[in-house]
């Protein structure tokens, strides 16, 4: 009987020893020809290589090993890695279309259902992508009529910060609640007062969101998302949230559903339902309520997140800086004095400001390796072969801080975008945006919007910190999915 046993045991330690060298042998054969890496354990992969925290900063210490293209396994799948300014243009910009596709980090699949711009790929996102984009125009991107609506949110903001007196506040709340009626304004043609609890509900909502996506358990839910499943945390409640957020998008949409305009839609929503109507005998049709929820939520989330970790670590960069603060003042008041609403035409007149504000997104570096991509067929690139699905990140950080593209790149410094007489001075390494295909389609809106807010903000107040002015942090936090700005208090002293 215990020979028996003994044969069985055999047999079966046989087997699995054959079925793991077949797979081992049909992985070599798929992945045999992606860029070098650090050694992977089974299973885990390279995370022990990796710090979960902070990935990017072992991105690049990785690239100064491998080079401008590398492997690191995150649990079974491997991801390549790509920076350098001129690979990263080779690669999303010269074969665009070949890496346009979108690898989903679990959680944000499960919180869109794998739905909307974001997460798609293919002849979907192309649609959605191309129909936002007009969409935008249609409402007046670029024109005076989003230009006023920015406008006017900036001044509710100056209104806001203004009843704080000499008192210390923390100005992130309101910020983003600005930034968030702005892009209300495109998609709802509404806006929200700043103690309305549906805005608060929105805010909180955003911020709940990408706080999980940045700490480390959100990494560990997009490595182990079947694990999580059975877990309780707050992995649970973000996603309930989420939903509730694309719940309020539909019930939005079911008010257009039968009174929407065809010729002249009043918002992104209803003109999204107006495609809808228009497609409705088409088979397989991309515009139904499912991708309209997932691609507000995308819109909402990422254009408020995004505009409104930037302004306020503008001015957490004002009150460690006084002189660059004082002298975007002086050229505030040169070129708009202190009465007139600044506009987007001022821009062109104020080259320090725009290069401060430029400064800010680049030091910032707000997403390091951006929405991770993934290339939609076997792709042949400086030797190596990408197979299709294979997920690739694009690291900006190591464009946004190469020596050889900035004047400082270490260092918090408006003369990286100015030239030697002060004028403005463009940087093909400025990829804040991202690049390729799939640069950001809110960047737009987002510039405009920092240019209003930031000087109109800047025209009203002297910034001042609660601490000397070398004790204040400007290190962003460092997060798994992106950086985001520290909570501070301050002052907001009205110009007399």
Not at 140 to 147: D, F, H, L, N
Not at 448 to 475: A, C, K
Request: hydrophobic share 40%.
């Amino acid at each position: 009987m215990g020979t028996f046993f003994m044969q069985i045991i055999f047999s079966f330690v046989n087997c699995l020893f054959a079925v793991l060298l077949f797979l081992k042998t049909r992985a070599k054969q798929k992945y045999g020809r992606l860029p070098p890496g650090p050694a992977r354990l089974p299973i885990i992969g390279s995370i022990l290589k990796i710090d979960m925290k902070k990935p990017y900063q072992t991105y690049a210490e990785l690239s100064k090993t491998y080079g401008s293209m590398f492997t690191v396994w995150l649990g079974t799948k491997p991801v390549v890695v790509i920076s350098g300014f001129q690979t990263l243009k080779d690669t999303f910009v010269n074969l665009g279309e070949e890496f346009s596709g979108r690898e989903n980090y679990p959680l944000i699949k499960h919180a869109t259902g794998g739905y909307g711009l974001t997460v798609s790929s293919g002849d979907r996102w192309k649609q959605l992508r191309r129909f936002s984009i007009t969409t935008f125009k249609n409402f007046g991107m670029g024109r005076k009529t989003i230009e006023n609506k920015i406008q006017k949110e900036a001044q509710c903001l100056v209104k806001a910060f203004s009843e704080f007196k000499d008192c210390t506040f923390n100005p992130k709340i309101l910020i983003s609640k600005a930034v968030f009626n702005v892009v209300c304004c495109i998609l709802l043609d509404e806006r929200f007062e700043y103690d309305d609890p549906q805005l608060k509900f929105f805010s909180d909502a955003i911020e709940m969101y990408f706080n999980f996506l940045c700490a480390t358990k959100g990494q560990l839910y997009n490595l182990f998302p079947a694990v999580f499943k059975f877990l309780p945390g707050s992995h649970h409640k973000v996603l309930e949230t989420v939903k509730k957020f694309k719940r309020y998008i539909r019930s939005q949409a079911e008010k257009y559903k039968d009174s929407f305009n065809v010729e002249n839609p009043r918002n992104y929503i209803e003109a999204f339902m107006v495609q809808m109507h228009k497609e409705k005998d088409k088979p397989n049709s991309e515009f139904h309520l499912k991708n309209l929820e997932a691609s507000a939520w995308n819109l909402f989330s990422a254009g408020t997140e995004t505009t409104a970790s930037t302004l306020r670590q503008s001015l957490l960069f004002m009150m460690k800086y006084p002189d660059v603060q004082e002298r975007v003042y002086n050229e505030i008041a040169d070129v708009i004095g202190t009465s007139r609403i600044p506009s987007v035409q001022d821009r062109q007149n104020m080259p320090y400001t725009d290069a401060v504000i430029h400064e800010v997104l680049r030091f910032m570096d707000l997403s390091p390796t951006a929405v991770p991509h993934k290339v939609l067929k076997d792709t042949e690139y400086n030797g190596y072969c990408i197979p299709e699905g294979t997920t690739v990140l694009p690291f900006l950080s190591s464009v946004l801080s190469d020596p050889k593209l900035w004047k400082n790149p270490t260092v918090f410094d408006p003369e990286n975008f100015l030239d030697e007489n002060g004028h403005f001075k463009k940087n093909d390494a400025f990829l804040a945006f991202g690049l390729g295909k799939r640069v950001c389609i809110g960047e737009g809106l987002a510039r405009m919007e920092l240019f209003i807010i930031f000087t109109s903000l800047l025209q009203r107040f002297s910034f001042i910190g609660t601490q000397p002015v070398e004790d204040i942090d400007i290190n962003p936090f460092l997060g798994s999915f992106g950086r985001l700005p520290r909570s501070y208090q301050c002052y907001a002293k009205i110009h007399l």
